[in-house]
């Protein structure tokens, strides 16, 4: 068994932050982690617009604001830059707040984003965060936050290596784990489709 | 024609880091300084042409030229990641472990090429990962 697998299915509370370009499977193998990792806990995907819950398993719920989260549930935010914006802790402190007791609730916040540099340092300074890597363009690379530059890079090397030496296994199934020094194929959720990558086709901003 | 790159240190620190991580290089080549490099591979050269490069005594004194080279290299070492990237290299693993999983329980890749289950006989050993450079079209590492 990985260590990751082993951390993360023992994970009461903290952050887990998937980063890479568009495309390249963050959600899928987000929830796909969630359902063979923390099968067991409720999944509350925190998100202001809209959501049409009727293609989620039973387990997921959904919530507009942190506060709704309920005690023991995994959140899940889908674009973490859109719905809590940079520095926008220094103005707003419920990202603080909300943060500050999710030990207490028991929560873990898990969540997907295409660049460090845009999320707010509050998910990554005062929790036990997870980062997991996967593919990022050279372009969007210079504009990464520059602590995490060096693991991103070394990320896409290994997920290159990792897919050119397996066979049958999509390279967007590839995650990397900088804490553990691990990469995982993480298989697709049984019940992934387009409707839950493509979730937000039909929202109204 | 002319091709000018322009690099800073960051960039250099994070272009040899992804080499190191992606290419496990042998110690007499990662870590000799320089200006030893040059003679210990003509004496290497010289003693594989007298036949004699696999004589007990040639290869004491390699392994302290070997020692010699990459201890200065390490006293004056600037990037440690590189340091750590050797250890594991001395090791029999490389500093990453690969692993895939089929959502029950996870398997290390080692050498060779690993293929899901739905698309492979089965299996009489567990799945390998090839390491070092990629095997020639001969098929000989």
Redesign the interface.
């Known amino acids: 068994?990985?260590q990751t697998?082993r951390y993360i299915k023992d994970m009461e509370h903290g952050i887990i932050a998937v980063v890479g370009s568009g495309k390249q499977g963050k959600s899928c193998s987000l929830h796909s982690m969630l359902?063979?990792w923390q099968p067991d806990r409720p999944v509350c995907i925190l998100d202001p617009i809209d959501i049409d819950m009727s293609v989620w398993p039973d387990r997921y719920s959904h919530a507009e604001k942190p506060a709704d989260i309920p005690v023991g549930a995994i959140a899940v935010i889908e674009d973490v830059n859109r719905v809590f914006h940079s520095r926008g802790s220094s103005k707003d402190p419920t990202l603080q707040k909300w943060l500050g007791i999710i030990s207490h609730r028991s929560n873990i916040v898990a969540f997907t984003t295409q660049c460090l540099a845009g999320t707010d340092l509050e998910f990554l300074r005062s929790q036990d965060t997870i980062i997991v890597n996967k593919m990022m363009h050279e372009e969007d690379l210079g504009f990464e936050r520059?602590e995490f530059?060096?693991s991103q890079?070394?990320a896409?090397?290994?997920i290159l290596?990792?897919d050119e030496?397996?066979?049958?296994?999509d390279r967007r199934s590839w995650c990397?784990f900088p804490r553990f020094?691990?990469?995982?194929?993480?298989?697709k959720a049984e019940w992934w489709n387009d409707s839950h990558s493509k979730m937000f086709r039909e929202a109204v901003l | 024609m002319t091709v000018s790159v322009v690099t800073d240190a960051?960039a250099d620190?994070?272009l040899s880091?992804?080499a190191s991580?992606?290419t496990p290089l042998p110690p007499e080549i990662s870590m000799m300084p320089p200006e030893k490099a040059d003679l210990f591979f003509r004496r290497r050269a010289y003693y594989g042409l007298m036949g004699v490069d696999s004589h007990p005594l040639v290869r004491f004194l390699e392994g302290a030229d070997i020692s010699a080279g990459m201890a200065e290299t390490l006293a004056r070492a600037s990037h440690l990641d590189r340091v750590s990237h050797y250890s594991a290299w001395c090791g029999s693993s490389s500093?990453?472990?690969?692993?895939?999983?089929?959502?029950?329980?996870?398997t290390?890749?080692r050498e060779g090429?690993?293929?899901?289950p739905?698309?492979s006989a089965p299996r009489q050993q567990p799945?390998r990962?090839?390491r070092g450079p990629p095997l020639s079209d001969a098929g000989e590492p």
Not at chain 1, 165 to 169: A, D, M, R, V
Not at chain 1, 181 to 187: A, G, K, L, T
Request: proline fraction near 7%.
């Open positions: 068994m990985s697998s359902e063979i520059p530059r060096e890079a070394i896409n090397e290994w290596a990792a030496n397996t066979e049958g296994y990397f020094n691990e990469v995982i194929s993480v298989p | 960051e620190r994070v880091l992804r991580a992606r500093s990453v472990r690969m692993y895939v999983s089929d959502g029950e329980s996870e290390e890749v090429r690993s293929r899901p739905s698309q799945p990962r090839r």
